[in-house]
């Protein structure tokens, strides 16, 4: 007997490129992910993904609306995007009812009440991301505060990127499958996955003896850390420098470009300007420095 968990994928405001990353996965395929046995005698069953179902209109929108009635708390439901909460959610639809729109806000508050557990997707639905970069005329907001706005108490996973890696959405798909919903001791305080956001970009940097040395890059293209250069690294955590991108191929810094801080939940607004010098962190202490800052 193979048990199969269903998953509703919706997108919010977003740009849909978390989605295409994560349709990008390597190893596994996407292809293997959809058909296969991701773990031993488990399936996923994707019923909703905008993206690549093959369904329009109402008869898409039916499937959703059905997978939610007839797999009550046994779906799991991922969010691509912030959620638009400005004017009651006038700002985003999904589908229609009775011949009249469906809010974003509305979809995600009635899909995550009735949900195993809650995935967000990309620095958007996780922490708001350029949708809530200021002024936030539509008041977008990060999924957490939509589920705290509306008292409603699942499991919920952030896994930011913008877009994020797809290892890290498929790892930890598979992670739920083989061992269950993550623990406490599993996510860090902005309810990353430590497996993949438990350390800084600048501690496994390989431009990190160029730092400690202080040769620091006074352009692009130049040699040496890109610390002047306006690298988010030292305030940043994920796994980039190890597990590279497209199948392992490169990364931004190994591109030669600094990192601007995509999965941080200050991504992009205290991150920005991209390109210039963090000025208010004390070297070389920073990553001590941003984890004291966080915890306020």
């Known amino acids: 007997m193979v048990k199969e968990i269903p998953v509703v994928y919706l997108q ?3 740009c849909t490129g978390c989605a295409v990353s994560s349709l990008n996965t390597a190893s596994p395929t996407i292809k293997n992910v959809l058909i296969d046995q991701i773990a031993p005698g488990v399936h996923i069953n994707l019923r909703f993904h905008p993206v690549i179902m093959a369904a329009a209109g109402e008869m898409a929108i039916q499937v959703m609306e059905d997978t939610a009635k007839q ?7 991922v969010v691509d995007g912030a959620v638009p909460m400005g004017a009651n959610g006038v700002y985003g639809t999904v589908g229609e009812r009775n011949g009249k ?12 009440r009735d949900a195993l557990a809650v995935i967000a997707l990309g620095t958007c639905a996780s922490f708001g991301g350029i949708p809530a970069a200021k002024p936030n005329p539509t008041d977008c907001q990060p999924v957490s505060k939509v589920l705290a706005a509306k008292g409603i108490k699942k499991p919920l996973i952030n896994i930011p990127g913008c877009p994020p890696h797809p290892d890290w959405f498929v790892g930890t798909i598979a992670s739920i499958l083989l061992k269950g919903l993550p623990t406490a001791d599993d996510l860090d305080d902005f309810l990353r996955p430590k497996a993949f956001y438990g350390k800084l ?10 730092f400690d040395e202080g040769k620091f890059a006074k352009k692009l293209g130049d040699e040496g850390c890109l610390y002047e250069m306006g690298c988010k690294g030292p305030i940043t955590y994920a796994d980039c420098p190890l597990r590279k991108w497209n199948s392992g191929t490169n990364w ?9 801080g995509c999965t941080q939940p200050e991504f992009p607004d205290q991150t920005s300007p991209f390109y210039e010098k963090l000025v208010d962190v004390e070297l070389p202490v920073v990553g001590a420095y941003w984890a004291a800052k ?3």
């Open 252 to 260: 931004v810094i190994g591109a030669g470009a600094p990192c601007n």
């Open 101 to 112: 729109p469906v809010s974003m806000l509305q979809r995600v508050t009635e899909l995550a």
């Open 294 to 296: 966080e915890a306020k």
């Open 201 to 210: 970009i600048h501690e496994n940097c390989p431009r990190r003896a160029s």
């Open 12 to 14: 919010a405001a977003s």
């Open 71 to 77: 797999k009550k708390g046994g779906y799991v439901f």
